[in-house]
Structure formats: structure tokens, C-alpha cells
């Protein structure tokens, strides 16, 4: 489903990346401590919408901006995008690769664009409602996840398997009528 990412000035990525993973099935990331591989998986979870700096390993949302080193300057913004192959239509938008980005100001201002256009994090919540990538993505699994995972409460882990089965848009539709 994850075709591509790229970052451009997101965490030690301070020149534009791009990482293919169109063309396998399984993608190991390998490296040496501190070469950046959990940062790729922070950016993944950031452009789906992620709004806990902490979920991300720094304190306030403009942490994931490239913060420079000895010999390259900070950056001012940063950006994380992300191609998903639609093929199967698992997203309610009618094309075969959905683009979505997201870029984040020294004030910890975040813009996000669903194939160029510019959106709301309501929109990118909605698109990836159901598709088992949204609301704790379980569909990124850190370090730690697996064990917190299998010791959640029974209410917790039946809202991840709603959530896979495909219902919790619908309970939340319900509960987001009730509140009216
Ligand atoms: P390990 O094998 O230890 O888990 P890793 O490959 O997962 O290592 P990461 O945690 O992805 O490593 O990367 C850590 C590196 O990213 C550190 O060197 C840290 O300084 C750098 N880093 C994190 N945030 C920023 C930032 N905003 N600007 C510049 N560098 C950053
Ligand atoms: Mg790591």
C-alpha cells in the first residue's frame, strides 16, 4: 500500500529524500544507531496526521524539523510525503495513487495537501478512517508496540480490530451525531 516517501528538512533528513517501496513486499530499513531509521518511521506516522510531539520522540511539533549540525544549516520547514497505491480503491478518492503531504513551520504550523490540494487534518483523518492506517496506526508498529499491543485492555483492542473490520467510521459518525 506504501508506495513511496519522501522528506525534505524532517529530523537528520536535511536534504530531499526519496524512498521506494513500491517494488517489494517487505522493506528492512538497516543502518547503524542513530542513522536515522526510527526517523523514518516517525515521518511516516507524522504525515498521516500524527499530533503528539512525544509520539515522535521530541517535545513540540517543530522538533521534526531538520535542527542543522556542524556543517549543514538548520531548516527553516519540513515536509514528509507520502504515495499510496489506491489500486484496490481502499481509499474513498477515485485514483489509482493518493499523494498526501504535510509540512510544519518553526511554529509548529502544519499545512496538508491530499494529492496537491490543500486539506484539513479532519480530511486526511476521514480518508484514512477504516483503512487501518489511521488512529494509533497499529499499521506502524515501533519498538515497545507489539508488547503494549498485546497487553491493552479488551476495549482497547477490540477498537483496533473495528478499526480493521472497517466499522469505526461508522461509530464515530454515530457518536459525533449523538454529541449534536
Ligand atoms: P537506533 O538503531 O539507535 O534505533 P536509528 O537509526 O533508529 O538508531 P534515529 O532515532 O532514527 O536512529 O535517528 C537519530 C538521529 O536523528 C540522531 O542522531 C539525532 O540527532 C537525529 N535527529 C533527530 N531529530 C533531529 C532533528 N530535528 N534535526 C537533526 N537531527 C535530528
Ligand atoms: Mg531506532
Known amino acids: 500500500m506504501l508506495d513511496k516517501l519522501y522528506l525534505r528538512g524532517f529530523k537528520s533528513f536535511a536534504e530531499p529524500v526519496t524512498v521506494d517501496f513500491s517494488d517489494s513486499r517487505i522493506t528492512t530499513i538497516v543502518g547503524p544507531n542513530g542513522s536515522g531509521k526510527s526517523n523514518i518511521v516517525d515521518a511516516i506516522r507524522w504525515v498521516m496526521g500524527e499530533q503528539s510531539p512525544s509520539a515522535l520522540r521530541g517535545s513540540r511539533m517543530s522538533d521534526v524539523i531538520f535542527s542543522g549540525t556542524d556543517e549543514r544549516q538548520a531548516r527553516s520547514e519540513a515536509e514528509v510525503r507520502i504515495v ?97
Open 84 to 180: 499510496l497505491n489506491n489500486e484496490f480503491g481502499r481509499l474513498d478518492i477515485d485514483e489509482d495513487q493518493v499523494t498526501l503531504s504535510r509540512l510544519v513551520d518553526q511554529e509548529g504550523r502544519s499545512d496538508y495537501y491530499i494529492n496537491g490540494e490543500a486539506s484539513r487534518l479532519r480530511d486526511f483523518q476521514e480518508l484514512l478512517d477504516d483503512t487501518g492506517l489511521n488512529q494509533e496506526p497499529y499499521s506502524v508498529v515501533g519498538q515497545n508496540r507489539v508488547e503494549a499491543i498485546l497487553g491493552s485492555s479488551p476495549e482497547k483492542l477490540r477498537g483496533m480490530f473495528e478499526e480493521a473490520a472497517g466499522i469505526s467510521r461508522h461509530r464515530r459518525r454515530k457518536e459525533e451525531a449523538e454529541r449534536r
